[in-house]
């Protein structure tokens, strides 16, 4: 009997993490694209100086930072797959959404000044800790940049 | 060069890829898996055919320290007729000895072996053999019995476990298993992981355990066979098991003994059919007896009986 308890709660917590990891996921790509689209018109590039002609331009900082957790699916998956080694698939579509995320939150701040545009943009990562090598890990992923705001907008 | 007026939409695909994250799943736990239970099965048969290899004595070297500090503990408030039915345990396990020292098929293959007997003040009507020939009978299974011939099935059954030496192989299995999932998991802190393939281990172990459950029953059939020549009794137990608890039936793989129906069956082929007299059953030890009435009086009195249905029986 027990071993039968300890199999329904392990595959309990296998479903939770996979239905609402997936509704999750599902949900915010959906997010994602519509944003995208939206704020394509502040452009991002990782060029280190503006263009000549930006050069009367403000520039100001700007940053987005997401702070992301796998669930339990993803974590069983995961250690599965690195018994045999390969791409790790289900932790690739999680930091893709955080680093999307990540720029369109710089971006939505750049926006929020008037920018037309976002320089020298650069990302780092680093692990939330506490729970680190136990339980399931969360990570933040920080996008930063330069925004030029044209000396039009008034600030 | 014209600057840039808009990001470029990128292709999808890149960084993640579309696959269903399910088949992914599907295909890792299955091959995974398999690959432990086979590893699982073939230790536990390595174990199956070496661990009786180990003597007996080394058991022995184990349990004795222990001995003494639990024939101690066990000593203290203990009624004098729960002294004499201990007693009565011991004597009806040294007849039992005595029958199978009889009967040559039944001897073990390790001539140290000993059996020791005790009887447990538990409520849980229980009976267990562990390292070192230990047999434990709890008072909640005395409570249960009606005649020697119950009482002798479950002893026996007992007793086959330590002749076929399980207790050294359980153990060895289970130090193997973990020892196995260690090495897998690398003991860092892979939760999931760990948990998926120590399911997947566990029922391997749990499927020998039955066998030997099942090899235990037929030996302790065979004793009673020697013993009393028939098995009239003998499931007395079992059918009180199978009115508390019911039948496992499809839960069965995930349990540690075979179903009770599954045990009660194979006492029922085994038993010799009658010319029409049914074998007359053996009455309980009078020691026992006055335990049992004294015990009946007790609980009485003080109200402490459980409720019968709360504790199931494990054996």
């Given at each position: 009997m027990e071993a039968l308890i300890q199999l329904g709660v392990f595959v309990t917590l296998l479903l939770c993490g996979y239905f609402f990891g997936r509704h999750a996921e599902r949900k915010h790509y959906k997010s994602i694209f519509q944003r995208e689209d939206e704020l394509r018109h502040v452009v991002v590039t990782a060029e280190r100086m503006p263009e000549p002609e930006l050069m009367r331009h403000r520039f100001n900082l700007v940053s987005g930072s997401v702070v992301i957790s796998v669930d339990y699916f993803k974590v069983v998956s995961a250690g599965l797959r690195s018994l045999v080694g390969g791409r790790l698939s289900s932790y690739e579509s999680l930091l893709d959404r955080a680093r999307r995320e990540a720029l369109l939150r710089m971006q939505a701040e750049a926006e929020a000044q008037g920018a037309e545009m976002v320089i020298n943009t650069k990302f780092e990562t680093s692990r939330v800790s506490g729970n680190a090598g136990q339980g399931l890990g969360s990570m933040e992923v920080l996008a930063y940049g330069t925004a030029l705001i044209p000396p039009s907008v008034a600030g | 060069m014209a600057r840039l007026r808009s990001n470029p939409k990128l292709p999808e695909g890149i960084n993640r890829s579309d696959e269903h994250p399910l088949k992914e799943f599907a295909w890792l736990l299955a091959g995974v898996s398999l690959a432990l239970v086979g590893a699982v099965v073939i230790l536990s048969l390595l174990v199956g055919w070496l661990a009786p290899a180990i003597p007996f004595r080394w058991e022995l070297a184990l349990t004795d320290r222990y001995e003494q500090s639990l024939s101690g503990a066990a000593?203290?408030?203990?009624t004098s007729q729960l002294e004499a039915a201990e007693q009565a345990v011991k004597d009806l396990g040294a007849s039992l000895v005595a029958t199978q020292q009889a009967e040559a098929a039944l001897l073990?293959?390790?001539?140290?072996i000993r059996y020791h007997f005790h009887l447990l003040s538990?409520?849980?009507p229980n009976a267990f053999a562990t390292l070192g020939g230990h047999i434990f009978v709890t008072t909640g299974l005395l409570r249960q019995v009606h005649s020697e011939n119950a009482l002798a099935m479950v002893m026996a059954h007992e007793m086959a476990h330590i002749t076929q030496r399980h207790p050294v192989q359980a153990l060895s299995r289970g130090a193997l298993f973990q020892l196995l999932l260690l090495m897998v998991t690398g003991g860092q802190g892979m939760h999931g992981v760990s948990g998926v393939l120590g399911q997947a281990g566990l029922l391997t172990v749990l499927s020998f355990n039955r066998e030997m459950e099942r090899d235990a029953d037929r030996e302790a059939i065979d004793l009673l066979l020697a013993r009393y020549g028939h098995l009239q009794g003998a499931d007395e137990f079992f059918q009180k098991m199978l009115a508390l608890q019911g039948d496992t039936g499809w839960a069965q793989?995930?349990?540690?003994?075979?179903g009770v129906g599954e045990r009660l069956s194979a006492i029922e082929r085994r038993n010799p059919v009658g010319t029409g007299e049914k074998p007359q059953l053996t009455p309980l030890d009078a020691r026992l007896v006055r335990w049992q009435e004294a015990d009946a009086i007790d609980s009485e009195a003080t109200g402490h009986?459980?409720?019968?249905?709360?504790q199931l029986p494990l054996l």
């Open positions: - | 000593n203290e408030s203990r073990p293959e390790d001539q140290d538990e409520s849980t793989w995930a349990q540690t003994h075979p009986r459980e409720n019968a249905a709360s």
